[in-house]
């Protein structure tokens, strides 16, 4: 793996039904309601009935002093149980919702497979590859807090 490359892994296990957290995480248009972190995701393109291939542009602010831009597009879709995207921008790679039913919890991870193409992130990643992914780990943490409170507040 070079030092631009990063594969982060979140779990986290969300007191709702999978059928719940699977209706606000297939929303990404509502994230920037519930998920401090998410600033904007515009829908760039229609996906086929099941939402394959639509492409949202996401804006992100993070822990640290700067923010990212990239597009998804989503590549596959197991209704209940995955979601994947292929990033492109200032970020480069794939991200991979999977969920899994734990009696009345739902265990959730995400799979974050990405380069950074800012430049000076590229220069700087060798050294601060530790720093990105304690950032990482932060954006993903006031993920989880938002998704639990906007589940407490739709029942």
């Given at each position: 793996?070079?030092?631009?490359?990063?594969?982060?892994?979140?779990?986290w296990?969300?007191d709702a039904?999978?059928?719940d957290?699977?209706?606000?995480?297939?929303?990404?248009?509502?994230?920037?309601?519930?998920?401090?972190?998410?600033?904007?995701?515009?829908?760039?393109?229609?996906?086929?009935?099941?939402?394959i291939?639509?492409?949202?542009?996401?804006?992100?602010?993070?822990?640290?002093?700067?923010?990212?831009?990239f597009?998804?597009?989503t590549?596959?879709?197991?209704?209940?149980?995955?979601?994947?995207?292929?990033?492109?921008?200032?970020?480069?790679?794939?991200?991979?919702?999977t969920?899994?039913?734990?009696?009345?919890?739902?265990?959730?991870?995400?799979?974050?497979?990405?380069?950074?193409?800012?430049?000076?992130?590229?220069?700087?990643?060798?050294?601060?590859?530790?720093?990105?992914s304690?950032?990482?780990?932060?954006?993903?943490?006031?993920?989880?807090?938002?998704?639990?409170?906007?589940?407490?507040?739709?029942?």
């Amino acid at each position: 793996m070079r030092s631009t490359e990063f594969h982060l892994v979140t779990n986290w296990t969300i007191d709702a039904s999978v059928e719940d957290v699977w209706r606000v995480l297939s929303a990404p248009e509502t994230w920037p309601g519930w998920w401090p972190s998410v600033k904007q995701v515009t829908l760039v393109r229609l996906g086929d009935e099941a939402g394959i291939g639509a492409v949202h542009r996401m804006k992100w602010s993070t822990a640290l002093p700067y923010d990212l831009a990239f597009d998804m597009e989503t590549t596959r879709i197991e209704p209940m149980s995955l979601i994947e995207g292929k990033a492109s921008g200032e970020l480069e790679g794939t991200g991979r919702w999977t969920l899994r039913r734990d009696g009345a919890k739902c265990n959730v991870r995400y799979d974050w497979i990405v380069k950074v193409t800012k430049p000076w992130m590229v220069r700087l990643a060798f050294i601060l590859k530790p720093v990105f992914s304690w950032n990482h780990a932060i954006v993903m943490e006031r993920g989880r807090r938002g998704l639990v409170r906007r589940l407490a507040g739709d029942r």
